[in-house]
């Protein structure tokens, strides 16, 4: 090879590596141009995420507020809990109750709240302006179902047993609600004030819980004298089976409960003048009889007022807090419960017991 060609490639050599390192430094410049925008997406990315997590965040609280919501009526202020399985049927069927709550409060009196509908209809939706009512002034309002009778179905007395397990259920309840089971009361209306009294006679031996007031409105007393329109909850007519009418009618436990130790409940009774479902007679003679063996009652009969009208029935005219009679009733209900309830120290012994003590007490005082 000449010299001259040696030259030649040697000045090629230079050129390609001038060339080659400015392809490299456009590189070099090229990399880190891209780390950069790179590195902008990354601080951008994780700007939007932080603001999507904060929005996250944010909605969850309001998703939280909302479904706290469900259980707080925020603008009374009360605790609400809806279809709550406190026991079942001999078939199984759950039976559900509403929960009407203050939002604070210890040792809260409560109260039981058991719908009317003759046995075979209704349900506990037909206290539900009875429940906030109660809530607001300090009482935990607990609105139940029962099993209702059908032609195919007997319900006596299972019926009556669904009742005493919503109260023992209410005794379980007692630590998570805030509420004292010996301040314990129970409002009935038709079919529901037979069981609200027939709780209170037979629960004078139950030391869990104590009835104070018993409130029945225009509910049966005495099945014996109006038997045919309940064969099918007893199953048998009255001449088969005349004991399970006898056992359902509260005026046959008066005798019992005033010979009771313990029995201390007083009574509500309410009915209206021209009530042609139940005999407003029974009503009287109920109240009367208890009056007579010292048995604490009140009775109030209204005038111009039928059947139904305590609690609200779609479709009709009376049975809201705002309508006659319960703008009286309503009131007056709310005072006994809170005499009863409250103004009273907790006890179980019957005023004669008491009485009967105090005589023996002022005895051995004198000797």
């Not at 032609?151 to 998570?176: C, F, H, M, Q």
């Not at 805030?178 to 038709?190: A, L, T």
Request: glycine share 6%.
């Amino acid at each position: 090879m000449t010299f001259c060609a040696l030259s030649e490639v040697k000045g090629m050599a230079i050129i390609i590596n001038k060339v080659a390192n400015k392809i490299y430094v456009v590189f070099m410049l090229i990399s880190l141009l891209l780390m950069v925008a790179c590195s902008s997406d990354n601080e951008q990315s994780s700007g939007s995420n932080e603001v999507d997590s904060s929005e996250e965040e944010q909605s969850s609280d309001t998703n939280k507020g909302e479904s706290d919501g469900d259980s707080l009526d925020e603008e009374e202020e009360i605790l609400i809990e809806k279809n709550v399985v406190f026991g079942k049927t001999d078939k199984e069927n759950n039976l559900t109750a509403d929960v009407y709550r203050p939002n604070e409060g210890e040792d809260l009196p409560v109260v039981l709240l058991i719908h009317g509908g003759a046995f075979t209809s209704g349900s506990k939706e037909m206290y539900e302006e009875w429940g906030p009512y109660l809530a607001q002034s300090g009482f935990v309002a607990v609105a139940i179902n029962y099993r209702l009778y059908t032609p195919e179905y007997s319900t006596w007395p299972g019926v009556l047993e669904d009742v005493k397990t919503a109260a023992n259920w209410v005794v379980s309840n007692a630590n998570d609600w805030d509420v004292e089971p010996q301040r314990m009361g129970v409002i009935g209306d038709s079919a529901g004030g037979s069981l609200a009294n027939l709780l209170a006679f037979q629960s004078a031996s139950n030391s869990s819980y104590n009835i104070r007031g018993a409130v029945s409105a225009y509910g049966v007393k005495d099945f014996e004298k109006e038997p045919e329109n309940y064969i099918e909850m007893f199953g048998k007519d009255y001449q088969k089976a005349p004991h399970k009418y006898q056992e359902a009618s509260p005026i046959d436990y008066i005798d019992e409960a005033s010979n009771s130790s313990t029995f201390d409940t007083s009574f509500l009774v309410m009915w209206g003048e021209n009530d042609t479902e139940v005999r407003t007679q029974t009503n009287e003679e109920f109240s009367n009889n208890l009056d007579e063996v010292g048995i604490d009652v009140e009775a109030i009969e209204y005038p111009d007022v039928g059947h139904f009208w305590l609690t609200d029935i779609p479709g009709l005219e009376k049975g809201t807090l705002d309508e006659y009679p319960n703008t009286e009733a309503a009131p007056k209900i709310l005072g006994f419960l809170e005499d009863k309830l409250i103004n009273t120290e907790i006890k179980n012994f019957s005023p004669d017991t008491i009485e009967n003590l105090k005589e023996r007490e002022q005895d051995e005082l004198s000797k």
